[in-house]
């Protein structure tokens, strides 16, 4: 295991608001000719904008990265076999 020196451990969380072009790609891409589903689909979108409005959709991102210095490792590493 690399001396605490040598590894670090690296975290970063985000937070983003909002669903971006979902809405609209999804409304582009309704077909239904079906009166029943088409007003179905124009109630959903709308419930879905009106939450989005409301900032209800957030996305969380946890990103987790260790970062190894290859120099200060192998240094340590020739002092502990000196000693």
């Known amino acids: 295991m690399p001396d605490n020196r040598a590894l ?3 975290v970063r969380y ?3 608001e909002g669903v971006g072009a979902l809405l609209d790609n999804f409304e582009q ?3 239904s ?3 029943v589903l088409a007003a179905l689909d124009r109630e959903r979108l ?3 904008r ?3 409005e409301r900032g209800e959709f957030l996305k969380r991102h946890y990103t ?3 970062q190894l210095d ?3 490792y192998t240094l340590l590493d020739e002092i502990s076999w000196k000693t």
């Open 8 to 10: 670090r451990l690296q």
């Open 14 to 16: 985000e937070t983003t």
């Open 29 to 31: 891409q309704l077909r």
């Open 33 to 35: 000719r079906h009166p």
């Open 46 to 48: 709308k419930t879905w």
């Open 50 to 52: 009106e939450r989005d």
């Open 64 to 66: 987790l990265g260790f």
């Open 70 to 72: 290859p120099r200060l």
